[in-house]
């Protein structure tokens, strides 16, 4: 456990509704990451955020995608208007130390 | 575009035998070098990091780096079935900033 919490942990949902997840990082990790995995691929980056403010995007992060981070603690990850393309494994990551990333446990999504 | 790349396997050995994970990548100034375990169905484990050229061992596993050939490898001694897993390796740019992933190698030890 790395002290890295995701919810939901699963999500089931139809084309075209929205969605939203939650991260729980770490209390004192100041820096937040957003990955997606689909099956068979490594986790691509998505999004992330240093307290509150979202430093980086992907080119993966399209209009439908909003990720948000107040005041610095949790994050949400908001997909609108759901794909089934967006089917995949979505992972939080939270950086103890200056170089490591330790992932929560996803929330996997299955757009019908 | 920076590409991380991996075998994707299955790489299969016995019980107790070393197993040898290999990766290579494209951006010369990628500055850190990750292994990631990955069990089916559950989320990337960060088992080590590298920053150096040279190995670097932890427990039954060692990182090795090559910088000038681009290369990253995994070596597993005494392997157990309970290593039988998806093993990832990722680099990032700079520290803090999005890693990148390559596919993921496939591991499987048979008891």
């Known amino acids: 456990d790395t002290g890295v919490s995701q919810n939901p942990r699963h999500k089931i949902t139809k084309r075209g509704q929205n969605v939203t997840f939650r991260c729980d990082p770490i209390?004192?990790?100041?820096?937040l990451y957003w990955y997606r995995q689909t099956l068979g691929q490594g986790p691509e980056f998505l999004t992330y955020f240093q307290n509150e403010a979202q430093l980086e995007k992907s080119r993966l992060l399209s209009d439908r995608f909003s990720a948000e981070r107040p005041k610095g603690s949790f994050s949400t990850l908001e997909i609108q208007r759901t794909e089934q393309g967006d089917s995949a494994m979505y992972l939080c990551a939270s950086r103890p130390a200056p170089d490591t990333q330790y992932f929560g446990p996803g929330t996997r999504l299955t757009v019908l | 575009q920076k590409e991380v790349e991996q075998n994707s396997g299955p790489l299969s050995v016995p019980e107790g035998a070393i197993a040898s994970l290999n990766c290579t990548y494209s951006?010369?100034?990628?500055?850190?070098f990750f292994w990631y375990r990955q069990y089916s169905g559950k989320s990337p484990e960060l088992i080590m990091f590298?920053?150096?050229?040279g190995d670097k061992e932890d427990g039954r596993f060692t990182a090795q780096l090559n910088k000038a050939s681009q290369y990253v490898s995994l070596l597993i001694r005494d392997s157990q079935p309970s290593d039988s897993a998806t093993y990832l390796c990722a680099v990032n740019e700079q520290a803090g900033t999005a890693l990148i992933f390559g596919k993921g190698t496939t591991l499987s030890v048979s008891s």
């Open positions: 590298i920053y150096s050229n």
């Open positions: 951006d010369r100034g990628s500055q850190s």
């Open positions: 209390s004192e990790h100041n820096r």
